[in-house]
């Protein structure tokens, strides 16, 4: 059974650090893209990074400069690294494989930023 799990979250300053980890597992194919979302209580989900098999990457304008996505040669890992987190980064943060045209997700990760 495949399955995507997400890892790293927790509690944080505002202006500290957190890298997440999103890992497939039970799947003999490489993910060809593996994004992460968040969703914050009352808000819809929304994207917040993606990183494609030839290391195209892209980001919501509001992580710019401070989000770094990046994964395994494999492509069965993605790495979220959250730097300069504001206390608007609070959410749980999803990560999504596209394996075979399949989207999958994983149950998420919550991230506060809280002094």
């Known amino acids: 059974q495949v399955q995507v799990m997400e890892s790293g979250g927790g509690l944080v300053q505002p202006g500290g650090s957190l890298r997440l980890s999103c890992v497939i597992s039970?799947?003999?194919?490489?993910?060809?893209?593996m994004s992460w979302y968040r969703q914050a209580p009352g808000k819809e989900r929304e994207m917040v990074a993606g990183?494609?098999?030839?290391?195209?990457?892209k980001y919501a304008d509001s992580v710019k400069g401070r989000f770094a996505i990046s994964r395994d040669h494999a492509m069965k890992t993605a790495y979220l690294q959250m730097n300069s987190l504001q206390s608007e980064d609070t959410a749980v943060y999803f990560c999504?494989?596209?394996?075979?045209?399949?989207?999958?997700w994983g149950q998420g990760t919550q991230v506060t930023v809280s002094s």
């Open positions: 999504n494989a596209l394996i075979r045209g399949h989207s999958m």
């Open positions: 990183i494609v098999s030839g290391g195209n990457t």
């Open positions: 039970g799947s003999i194919y490489s993910a060809t893209a």
